[in-house]
C-alpha cells in the first residue's frame, strides 16, 4: 500500500513540475486573467428581460470558449502532454475516466464506447415509410444491423461496473423490424455461428472494424442476397486466396486513441486488402472520375506512405484510405453485368462496400449525415435493384441528441 502511495506522490510532483515547464514555456498564463475575467462577468435577473439574459449568457459562453481554445492552441508541446497524460491515466488505473469523451479501456486493451439507452419506436417508424416507398418503386430493402466490439452489454458491466445498452438497443430495434415485415441481417449471429472473437473484428484504438471485418461483412451480405433476393453473385471472387493482404504493424493511431494518449493504448496494426485479379473500375464522385483497378479506384494509397505519418496524432486516419469522403460515390464494375445497389451507410461501409462492390455491376453510397438531397429522387433517378441500409448499432438511438453528428441517419425523408 505504502509503495502505491509513493509511486503516486511521484507521479503528481512530476506532473505538477512538467505543467510548470508547460506554462513558462508556451506562456499559455498570459490567458489565465482573460479565462477569470471572462467567467466573472455574469449577468444580474434585476430587470433584465430574460432573452436579455440568454443572449448575455451566450455572448459570455462564446467569450469563455475563445479563451480556453487561445489557452490550449498555444501550449507548448501539447501532444506531449498527451501523452503524458495518458502514461499517468496507465499508472493509476484510470480506464473509465474518458468513458464520454473516447471510451472506455477494457481489460483487453480494446477501447470501447458506453451507450444508453433509447426508445426505438422512431427509427422503426422511419424503416417502415422506406420500405413502403421502396415497396411502390418494386426495390428490394435490407437492413445490415453493424455490431459494437462487445456482443453482450454485460461485458463492460462486468469488466468496469458500468452499464452499456448497445445490444440491447439493437434487440429491440431489430424485434421492431421483424414486426414490421422488413427483412434484416443481424452480423452478430454470423459472429457467432463462426465462433468468431469479435474484439479481434475492430482496431484496439478506433471504433471502427478492421479491413478483414469489411470484406467478411460483405460476403455475408452477398450469401443474403443470393439466398433471398435472387441474386448470383460467384462467391469465388471472395475466397482468401484470392487477395493480397499488406500487413503494417504498429502503423497508426485511432480516433480513440488519439484522445486518451498513444503512451496509454499504442499504435493499431492495419491490413491493406485487394484482390489478386484483374479488375476494372470507374469510381464517379461528384464532378470528379477515376478508372483503374480496384485498388487505383478505391484506395488511396498515400495514406500508408511513412511521410504522411511522422506525427501520428495529425495523420490521417488509416480507416479512410478506401473510398476516402465515401458519401455521394458511384461505383461501376466493369467486369459484373447485373446488380444495382444503393448503400444507405456509415463509415463501417468504408471498407465493407468496396468488396461488395466486387459482386455487382453499380454500387452507389450514400451517408445521410452528410447529404441533404432528396432521397425519393435519387431512388428514382438511378433504378436499383436493392436498397441496403447498413449502420453501426450506435446509430440507433442518435436521434434522441440534436447535438449528435447521427442525428439525422434515419431522417430518409425529411
Known amino acids: 500500500m505504502g509503495k502505491i502511495v509513493n509511486e503516486k506522490n511521484i507521479i503528481s510532483v512530476f506532473l505538477l513540475t512538467g505543467l510548470i515547464v508547460v506554462a513558462i514555456k508556451s506562456h499559455s498564463y498570459q490567458y489565465i486573467g482573460e479565462l477569470i475575467t471572462a467567467t466573472k462577468n455574469e449577468v444580474c435577473s434585476g430587470n433584465v428581460e430574460e ?29 506531449n502532454l498527451v501523452d503524458l497524460n495518458g502514461w499517468i491515466s496507465q499508472k493509476l488505473g484510470m480506464r473509465d475516466f474518458y468513458k464520454n469523451n473516447g471510451g472506455v479501456v477494457l481489460k483487453n486493451g480494446y477501447i470501447a464506447g458506453i451507450y444508453p439507452y433509447t426508445s426505438t419506436e422512431y427509427e422503426v417508424s422511419q424503416m417502415k415509410l422506406l420500405k413502403e416507398y421502396l415497396d411502390q418503386c418494386g426495390i428490394q430493402l435490407l437492413y445490415v444491423n453493424e455490431p459494437v466490439k462487445y456482443l453482450k452489454d454485460s461485458d463492460v458491466t462486468e469488466d468496469l461496473g458500468l452499464v452499456s445498452y448497445s445490444n440491447q438497443n439493437a434487440d429491440t430495434f431489430l424485434s421492431g423490424l421483424d414486426n414490421a415485415g422488413i427483412t434484416y441481417l443481424d452480423l452478430r449471429e454470423k459472429i457467432v455461428e463462426e465462433k468468431k472473437d469479435s474484439y479481434e473484428m475492430f482496431y484496439r484504438t478506433d471504433h471502427h472494424w478492421t479491413v478483414p471485418s469489411g470484406k467478411w461483412a460483405a460476403e455475408k451480405i452477398v450469401d443474403e442476397l443470393n439466398a433471398e433476393y435472387g441474386y448470383d453473385i460467384d462467391k469465388a471472387l471472395y ?45 464517379y ?34 480507416h479512410y484510405s478506401y473510398i476516402p469522403n465515401m458519401s455521394g460515390s458511384k461505383i461501376v464494375n466493369h467486369n459484373i453485368q447485373s446488380g444495382r445497389v444503393l448503400v444507405l451507410g456509415d463509415s463501417y461501409s468504408q471498407v465493407m462496400v468496396p468488396f461488395l462492390s466486387l459482386g455487382a455491376s453499380r454500387v452507389d453510397t450514400l451517408v445521410l449525415r452528410a447529404w441533404d438531397g432528396d432521397l425519393k429522387q435519387y431512388i428514382t433517378d438511378n433504378s436499383y435493384d436493392t436498397v441496403i441500409v447498413a449502420y453501426a448499432q450506435f446509430m440507433i438511438g442518435a436521434h434522441d441528441n440534436e447535438t449528435s453528428a447521427n442525428y439525422e441517419m434515419f431522417d430518409f425523408f425529411k
Not at 503494417?248 to 496509454?264: I, N, R, S, T
Open 285 to 318: 464522385k461528384g464532378e470528379s472520375k477515376t478508372d483503374g483497378s480496384f485498388a487505383d479506384a478505391l484506395i488511396a494509397k498515400s495514406i500508408y506512405l511513412p511521410e504522411n505519418n511522422t506525427d501520428v496524432y495529425s495523420a490521417p486516419s488509416w
Open 51 to 79: 432573452s436579455a439574459l440568454e443572449v448575455a449568457a451566450e455572448e459570455e459562453n462564446l467569450k469563455i470558449s475563445t479563451v480556453t481554445t487561445d489557452f490550449t492552441s498555444s501550449l507548448w508541446g501539447k501532444q
Open 239 to 283: 475466397q482468401d486466396e484470392n487477395f493480397y493482404y499488406t500487413e503494417y504493424e504498429d502503423a497508426w493511431l485511432g480516433e480513440q486513441g488519439k484522445k486518451l494518449g498513444k503512451a496509454y493504448v499504442g499504435l493499431d496494426d492495419f491490413c491493406e486488402i485487394e484482390p489478386v485479379y484483374d479488375t476494372d473500375y470507374t469510381l
